[in-house]
């Protein structure tokens, strides 16, 4: 049984006083000894300082605390509700965060002070909402200017809050999600959350929307495998792998990583073995071991008049130099990709400038427009004035 704090405002207490105060939540938490704590908060807020200070007591107690916004956590009160280790949400409730205010008077430099120290504040606010959401201190302050108001859904989106209770009866399919996503980092939880509280008919015989999730789980799983693809080239082709390449990695024949690779032992460009089996690597062997198993088809005679360990040299060696041409011939194919590119970017641009050397505009105001059409340019013909005039000089001797 939980040991229930209720945070609501009277006509007289907000945050900060009365039963909403720093010290009533002191005294509440120590009569709980430890026990679990539900805070139930409906309260339009009050002091920052008090909300901190509430905040503060709530992660600090060794029990698992439990926030529920029942129908407003406003101002300083969302402070509060971001201190439970699970902050829940009435489905009807709303979320209000905003910059902080102070009332008074002064002079100028008093009010300045008092602009600093409220910037101030704002920072610590935000700290405390920028580590329950993980978003950035951008996103953070500019919703606290902005004076955000957000149903449980948006909160959920973006991360102030983890669940939102509906009071409907627990789902087959969703119970049985959470038992297993419990434990999962609370980014991912939400998510899941997402998917559970907009598909509210879900049953055990949904198989569609089932299969549905776990094709969208799949994608979201190739999706960071590809983050993390190595790739390492081999005799044999390409190996895909998360990490480097050691006994006991998961290695693929595709990029997607989605394909395991074929039972085998292949030999990479710096020579080393690598054996596999069931898309696990079993064995990574060097070249410098005279006992590394040989499957390769490259065949050395036994009665070649030289020892076993330089018969072993020279296939390792072969497996090497093919390793490389590989490697080479890979290289090789991408600059002839990337050199049809560069040249069908090149003619594109030749039959640009052609284009726009064979305007046909005609300025309306030409009297010979239609006849410059039609006349053949002339082999010389002088621009400048210096040059026409040299060319008349030049006519009239």
Known sequence: MSYKIYLYDTETDCIGSGTLSSSYIQAELQAAAGQDVEVHISSVGGSAFDAIAIYDLLKKYPGKVTTYIDALAASAASIVAMGGQVVAMSKYALLMIHKPMVGSGGNADELLKDVQMLNVVQSRLAQIYMDKTGLDGVTINSLINSVTWMTADQALDLGFIDQI????????NSALIKKYTSTAPAIYQRCINKILNTNTNMNMENKELIDRTSSVLDKIMNFFKKAVNKQTITDKGTL?????LDEGTEVYQDEDMSTPATADTYTTSSGQKVAVKGGIVQSVTSTDDPDADDDD?????DEMLISPRKRT?????????KAKLHAQ??????????????NNSLNKTRDEIKNEIRSDFTPESSRRSNKAKTEPAPFFAPQTTLAKNAVKKAVSK
């Not at 088809?297 to 005679?301: C, E, G, N």
């Not at 194919?333 to 560069?342: C, N, S």
Request: hydrophobic share 40%; aromatic share 2%; glycine share 2%.
């Open 240 to 244: 895909h792998h998360a990490g480097e």
């Open 297 to 301: 088809d490259t065949s050395v005679s």
């Open 165 to 172: 209770e509906d009071y409907n009866q627990p789902i087959a």
């Open 313 to 321: 040299d020279v296939k390792n060696r072969i497996r090497s130099i």
């Open 329 to 342: 011939n890979a290289l090789l194919a991408e600059a002839k990709a990337a050199l049809e590119a560069a």
